[in-house]
C-alpha cells in the first residue's frame, strides 16, 4: 500500500503556480492526485503530476482559498495513507498544506 511520508513545502505564502513535492513510497502506480480544500471540503484533482519515482510525486496546486488544504494521492484505486508527525504537530498528518498569502506592500 502506498503511503504518504511528508509535503514540501508544507507552507506556502503565493499559490500562483506553487509546486510541490509529495514524498513517501508506492507511488510508481499513482492514477490520481487530490486537493481537499478546507474551508469548502471540495475535491479538487490535479489534471498534471509528474511520477519523478517510487518515492516522489511532483505537481503544480490550484487555485484555492487560504487555509489547509489537505493532499491525496490514489494507487490501485486506493489512497495512499498518510503518515503523523506533520505541520500539524507531532499528532498530525503529514499529508497537509497551509497557505497563508503575503500582505501586499504599499
Same mark, same amino acid.
Not at 13 to 38: E, L, P, W
Not at 57 to 77: A, D, K
Not at 91 to 105: A, D, L, M, S
Given at each position: 500500500?502506498?503511503?504518504?511520508?511528508?509535503? %514540501?513545502?508544507?507552507? &506556502?505564502?503565493?499559490?500562483?503556480?506553487?509546486?510541490?513535492? @509529495?514524498? !513517501?513510497?508506492?507511488?510508481?502506480? +499513482?492514477?490520481?492526485?487530490?486537493?481537499?480544500?478546507?474551508?469548502?471540503?471540495?475535491?479538487?484533482?490535479?489534471?498534471?503530476?509528474?511520477?519523478?519515482?517510487?518515492?516522489?510525486?511532483?505537481? %503544480?496546486?490550484?487555485? &484555492?482559498?487560504?487555509?489547509?488544504?489537505?493532499?491525496?494521492? @490514489?494507487? !490501485?484505486?486506493?489512497?495512499?495513507? +498518510?503518515?503523523?508527525?506533520?505541520?500539524?504537530?507531532?499528532?498530525?498528518?503529514?499529508?497537509?498544506?497551509?497557505?497563508?498569502?503575503?500582505?501586499?506592500?504599499?
Amino acid at each position: 500500500m502506498a503511503s504518504i511520508h511528508r509535503v %514540501v513545502p508544507q507552507e &506556502l505564502a503565493d499559490m500562483n503556480n506553487a509546486s510541490i513535492s @509529495i514524498m !513517501g513510497d508506492g507511488f510508481s502506480k +499513482a492514477t490520481a492526485v487530490y486537493f481537499v480544500d478546507s474551508t469548502s471540503s471540495t475535491k479538487i484533482f490535479e489534471r498534471t503530476f509528474k511520477i519523478v519515482s517510487d518515492g516522489q510525486i511532483n505537481t %503544480v496546486l490550484p487555485s &484555492l482559498t487560504p487555509g489547509q488544504l489537505q493532499v491525496f494521492v @490514489i494507487t !490501485g484505486g486506493t489512497e495512499a495513507e +498518510a503518515g503523523q508527525g506533520g505541520f500539524l504537530g507531532s499528532e498530525g498528518p503529514v499529508n497537509y498544506i497551509y497557505y497563508v498569502p503575503r500582505k501586499t506592500q504599499l
